[in-house]
């Protein structure tokens, strides 16, 4: 045999080294993130990503469209915690109108994205724990998720894409009953998250692992431009609900869980402590809610109650030059940034003046995340990268926009 | 030049000390601090800021294009510094005709897809980076779709006209 095989060794003396494509349609790539590994036997030497296969050109989109109808855009870009992003994109928005929105709808809007917060890592820790090998995990936690996505459901009608925060307020007055359904809820949360550490915290395969996997230096992480739990879970103690308090974060009570060991064990550490957390102040929010109107009194931007448009000459007129030439917003930049359930998430929106955004920017945590990933796998064996993988948790829809 | 509003500032003031013509122009606006860079200083001025200054996290790198006008695009630098918890954001004005500037993944590694991804979407080259191929479009795509003169459909397909 004169020809070589494919996967011939590059010098001699090296044993073959072969390329692995993971994905792009990989259940454990979660979504189609296509992973390229050359592996020495079982050992990771090469790690490459390559994304980009659910690009949908929403920043293009978001140029097109007034700035009210970009809101729905929003929501698919991080479909597993659509209101983060909806609240990212309307406060830059507000911020560049100069809008204040009422105090009821900003403790909503907290309250809404803690349970998003809830819904986001219960999703990844079914998911990621059903990679490593826990089945069961998946269920208890698809049980719990299907109880927030009926709060979603009873507020916007809407389980996942809910669009329910609009520039200046709420879509929609909070409905009747919601209290007591939050309320049986969030009682019975840290229980719940109690039976997920059962089944995981000191199972000795899931220490096996998940314990020392995917550790990289928090210098490197920060250079790499990883934000969110994974930062914490390697030492720093930064959350942008501390840091740059936005929408009324000030007032409640919760604590920033960190630990220093910044392995896949120590990610899970932390994210379960958050969902313990996000549940305190969803339920400050819940017995502090106050009451008033659900979105601001601006006429030239927030929609008219139907209501009022069928008595009022005024708010018909209104409602017709919003929904048929949008609202023009005053020139100029901000950049808003937002602690999501994977990170900073930020919106750099350029105004020129116009009803139509100029330009959005969106700054997504799973993007930063994922360019640590090749750090994270190489030198480690194959079986690791799945775990790192699903400690990452990063949603395609936020990488590729 | 800083502006004289600029100059209490301790970031811009130590920037404007450092390298006086580094800094073109600067404003104060809803709360956020924006400074002009000149292209060619932006590589020394970045790691001035990060090793000098603490902006040890690049939080994105972006692009604005303002077709027709000259220089037509504006590559912006979100940068963030924990320990200060403060954020700035740098700017560099460039030509249509020589959309060129260096790259900055030298001083932040996390540079290198969001350089790729403008150089992708808007066809600004950034000199130096190490790997400076489409991120997000297939590789053989023609165009730079967020470049504003490029149509929302595309140029190659029509999907309005059954005839075209």
């Known amino acids: 045999m004169s020809e070589k095989p494919a996967n011939a060794p590059e010098q001699a003396g090296c044993r073959p080294r072969m390329t692995l494509n993971l994905g792009p349609q990989h259940p454990s790539t979660h979504g189609v993130l296509r992973l390229m590994v050359e592996l020495d036997g079982e050992t990771i030497v090469k790690a490459e990503c390559e994304i980009g296969y659910l690009h949908t050109g929403i920043e293009k989109e978001c140029e097109q469209k007034y700035y009210q109808q970009a809101v729905t855009l929003t929501d698919r870009v991080d479909y597993l915690a659509p209101l983060a992003n909806n609240l990212c994109y309307c406060l830059a928005v507000e911020r560049l109108l100069g809008l204040e929105v009422p105090p009821l709808a900003e403790w909503m809007r907290v309250m809404l994205t803690e349970l998003t917060r809830l819904n986001s890592h219960l999703v990844w820790l079914g998911t990621h724990a059903l990679d ?16 927030i996505l009926r709060i979603f459901e009873m507020f916007s009608g809407q389980r996942m894409m809910t669009s329910y925060f609009r520039i200046g307020g709420l879509a929609l007055e909070p409905p009747r009953g ?42 490197d992480l920060l250079d790499c431009g990883v934000t969110g739990p994974m930062l914490r879970a390697a030492g720093l103690a930064w959350d942008i609900r501390k840091a740059e308090p936005y929408s009324g974060y000030q007032r409640f009570d919760f604590r920033v869980p960190t630990r220093t060991e910044g392995d896949v064990y120590a990610r899970y550490q932390v994210r379960l402590e958050e969902m313990r957390q996000s549940a305190r102040i969803v339920e400050q929010a819940r ?77 997504t945590p799973s993007f930063g995340n994922l360019q640590a990933v090749p750090k994270m796998i190489e030198g480690r064996i194959l079986a690791d990268c799945i775990a790192v993988l699903g400690s990452v948790d990063f949603v395609l829809g936020d990488v590729d926009r | ?85 403060q954020r700035l954001r740098l700017k560099c004005r460039l030509n249509g005709q020589a959309a060129e500037i260096d790259s900055v993944t030298a001083v932040w590694r996390s540079a290198d897809w969001y350089e790729r991804e403008v150089f992708d979407m808007f066809g600004v080259v ?23 003169d490029y149509p929302v459909h595309g140029y190659k397909y029509r999907y309005a006209d059954p005839e075209g």
């Not at chain 2, 920037?15 to 292209?39: H, N, V, Y």
């Not at chain 2, 790691?47 to 006008?69: C, G, I, N």
């Not at chain 2, 950034?126 to 504003?148: A, I, Q, T, V, Y």
């Open chain 1, 287 to 363: 017995e502090g809610m106050p009451s008033g109107p659900y979105k601001a009194d601006a006429p030239k931007v927030v929609l008219p109650d139907r209501e009022r448009m069928k008595t009022d000459m005024e708010a018909l007129i209104h409602h017709f030059k919003i929904v048929t030439e949008g609202f023009r917003v005053p020139a100029g930049e901000v950049y808003q940034v937002v602690e999501s359930p994977r990170g900073e998430m930020g919106y750099y929106v350029v105004s020129d003046g116009t009803a139509r955004a100029y330009r959005v920017h969106m700054r």
């Open chain 1, 132 to 147: 490593v090998g826990a089945m069961s995990v998946f269920l208890y936690c698809f049980r719990e998720r299907e109880d």
């Open chain 1, 178 to 219: 919601w209290h007591g359904v939050v309320k049986k809820f969030i009682d019975a949360f840290p229980g719940r998250v109690d039976e997920y550490e059962d089944l995981l915290t000191r199972n000795p395969i899931w220490l096996r692992r998940t314990k020392g996997v995917g550790w990289v230096s928090l210098e």
């Open chain 2, 126 to 148: 950034f000199r130096h980076h190490p790997d400076l191929r489409r991120l997000l479009m297939p590789e053989n795509w023609e165009g730079h779709p967020l470049r504003k």
């Open chain 2, 1 to 85: 030049m800083l502006p004289d509003s600029l100059r209490e500032q301790p970031v811009p003031a130590a920037l404007e000390a450092w390298d006086p013509a580094a800094i073109r122009s600067g404003k104060w606006d809803r709360g956020e601090l924006t400074l002009e860079i000149a292209p060619e200083k932006i590589v020394e001025v970045a790691r001035y800021l990060k090793q000098e200054q603490q902006f040890e996290r690049l939080s994105a790198v972006t692009a604005v294009d303002w077709h027709p006008a000259e220089p037509r695009f504006e590559v912006v630098y979100n940068l963030h510094s924990v320990g200060r918890n």
